[in-house]
């Protein structure tokens, strides 16, 4: 995510700014920038660290006691010095920092072109900035008005601030969807993401909420309106955490940080491209490039490891809602093996990093034989995404720990959702059907949330099973690629063998692995086959196996046979993977903390492999 920091006070202004920003780095980010007021505006931003920042400025003006800084995670735009925070109004005379997505940017963008204004940048924040000057000239209102009627015409997600040089006095801050958190001082106030830039200079924090608007001025005094300009009265919170816990949000790991993510990052995978009332499911990025996939012979998905394991899903997923033959290759096999590549082939990229060496050299090759190529990437700008010929970002936000979580749910929903367009453009879904996916689709992120509350129990369950030396997991049809990610995540960060298994392909060599020694992970969600699914535990029991099951909430029959039970809500068969995941992913990260391991660094791992 991007990082936000401001300062308005007696102090000067840029160094608190600056440290601010480092503080922030642990965020992930391509780019940083400072807007300083002292009489003029001056800003000063560049695509790169926070570094490159410093030695950008290094014979700048930066005088002033007032400013705001940024760390942009790029979610609309490469990452450029152009797309780099802050961003001017026309006049120059305003500069905005932003946090979230703005979903109707281009609406309004293609309004304000209308209206004759230009643009530098491809971002949707630039558009906000161009939007709170044009109300504020043409409806002839103050910079705050300005701000809370172009808030009321913003759909999307946003934490902001906005620095004026007609306002010396003043900085606008406001929230909705992305969190913001004004610091307390002496006749200074501080504005950041979170309260990592903050807690050096005060542990008195307000926590904006949702669609508050904050007026801080240098007097001391910190007005909260709503965009509907109703009043609100700050509530001062004391800080009680230390540094090191505040960078993972309090959470003991990026990792279990990042698990708790999932409701948001699946939201916002789908945010501007699902919309369930109007039964509307649109990927921008690929637009150009949907008949290239409705007219496909076949789709190639090449990627790595859990990037794989979502590639397995959208074999799944796409052969059952387009009726188009896919086959999932691993990207370093694919590129080895001379593979036939036809013109008409469509290969799908799925990579958290976009640096992938072996998923970006299996592209390129397919490219060279004439393949259309579809990126599904969680960094904006990366070499996959840049290589590819279209594409959707996961919008999952930075993923720091090394054991990949919120973007293989994030690719899961972006590949439903592609399948889901295709094959409603294709005809091979009917109407009833589409409104029913989409529908439950919208309700995953609730969902999701409500499975994350079986984390007690989970941990319970871990301290059984974190000294064994071998794990099986097993599911069938949308579930087998998640026993297979069950079992990597398990061995990435605990170091406990694990094997992903089909569950009918138990008989052909795995079961003679069955004793009491050996806990048997299965997934018992499905409908289609759960007679079958039965069987299996049956087969494991008769041979002293411990079964922990997955079920939907409410099952009966698993319950009766199951050692221990991890009950799911309810959802349609080729959802069952955004729920089922979650378990195994918390089921790992608490063994693993047991063992001791290293969670979000494990032994031997890197989060990207860009050798081969
Ligand atoms: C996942 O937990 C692993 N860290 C690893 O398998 C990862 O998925 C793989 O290296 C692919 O990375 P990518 O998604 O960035 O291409």
Redesign the pocket.
């Known amino acids: 995510m991007c990082g936000i920091v401001a300062y308005i006070g007696p102090r000067e202004a840029y160094p608190i700014l600056i440290k601010g920003l480092h503080r922030l780095e642990y965020r992930g980010y391509d780019s940083a920038g400072v807007a300083l007021l002292n009489g003029k505006l001056h800003l000063y931003k560049t695509h790169g660290k926070v570094s490159e920042l410093e030695k950008l400025v290094a014979d700048k003006d930066i005088s002033g006691n007032i400013g705001i800084a940024h760390t942009r995670w790029a979610t609309h735009g490469e990452p450029n010095d152009i797309n780099a925070h802050p961003h001017y109004s026309p006049s120059k005379k305003l500069a905005i920092i932003h946090n979230g997505i703005i979903e109707n940017y281009a609406t309004l963008k293609s309004e304000l072109i209308n209206r004759g204004y230009t643009f530098e940048s491809n971002t949707d924040t630039e558009v906000l900035i161009h939007l709170i000057e044009d109300i504020q000239v043409n409806e002839k209102v103050n910079l705050f008005e300005a701000v809370q009627i172009a808030l009321n015409q913003v759909i999307g997600a946003y934490a902001i601030v906005i620095i004026s040089q007609d306002y010396p006095d003043m900085l606008i801050a406001a929230k909705k969807g992305s969190p913001l958190v004004i610091g307390v001082g002496e006749g200074e106030f501080l504005v950041a993401s979170d309260a990592t830039p903050i807690i050096d200079y005060t542990k008195n924090v307000v926590y904006l909420e949702e669609e508050e608007i904050a007026i801080l001025t240098r007097n001391g005094e910190l007005k909260i309106k709503t965009i509907k300009n109703k009043d609100k009265t700050p509530y001062v919170h004391k800080l009680e955490m230390q540094l090191s816990t505040l960078e993972k949000s309090g959470y003991d790991h990026f990792m279990l940080k990042e698990i708790y993510e999932q409701p948001r990052s699946i939201r916002d995978s789908m945010r501007g491209r699902l919309n369930a009332q109007k039964g509307i499911v649109s990927l921008g990025g690929i637009i150009d490039y949907e008949m290239k996939l409705i007219n496909a012979k076949r789709i190639i998905i090449v990627?790595?490891?859990?990037?794989?394991h979502a590639g397995l899903v959208g074999e799944y997923l796409f052969e059952e809602l387009t009726r188009i033959p896919v086959e999932v290759e691993y990207a370093s096999e694919f590129r080895y093996r001379n593979p036939i590549i036809y013109e008409d082939d469509v290969v799908i990229a799925?990579?958290?990093?976009?640096?992938?060496a072996d998923?970006l050299a299996a592209i390129k090759l397919a490219k060279s034989k004439g393949a259309t190529i579809i990126g599904i990437c969680?960094v904006v700008g990366s070499s996959?995404a840049r290589e590819s010929h279209a594409g959707s970002y996961t919008h999952a936000g930075p993923e720091i720990g090394?054991?990949?979580?919120k973007?293989?749910t994030a690719q899961i929903t972006i590949l439903t959702l592609m399948a889901l367009s295709i094959g409603s453009k294709k005809g091979t879904i009917s109407t009833s059907k589409f409104y029913q996916y989409i529908n439950e689709i919208d309700s995953i992120p609730e969902k999701v949330e409500k499975t994350l509350k079986l984390s007690k129990q989970i941990e319970i369950l871990a301290k059984e099973f974190k000294d064994v030396r071998n794990f099986l997991y097993l599911g069938r049809g949308y579930n087998f690629p998640v026993a297979l990610e069950g079992a990597?995540?398990l061995k990435?960060i605990s170091y406990i063998h694990a094997e992903g298994y089909p569950a009918a392909e138990m008989k052909h060599g795995p079961i003679a692995l069955i004793d009491k020694e050996m806990p048997v992970v299965i997934i018992a969600t499905n409908k289609g086959s759960y007679e079958k699914v039965i069987s299996n535990i049956e087969e494991v029991k008769a041979r002293k196996g411990k079964i922990i099951a997955i079920v939907t909430e409410g099952d009966v029959a698993v319950k009766n046979l199951a050692d221990y039970i991890i009950e799911i809500p309810e959802t349609i068969e080729m959802l069952v993977p955004l729920l089922a995941t979650i378990p195994l992913q918390l089921l790992s990260y608490y063994i693993a903390v047991m063992r001791g391991c290293d969670v979000d660094m494990p032994r031997n791992?890197?989060?990207?492999?860009t050798v081969e």
């Open positions: 990627a790595c490891g859990t990037s794989w799925i990579s958290q990093s976009g640096e992938t998923t969680n996959i090394v054991a990949s979580t973007a293989f990597l995540k990435e791992l890197a989060k990207s492999v």
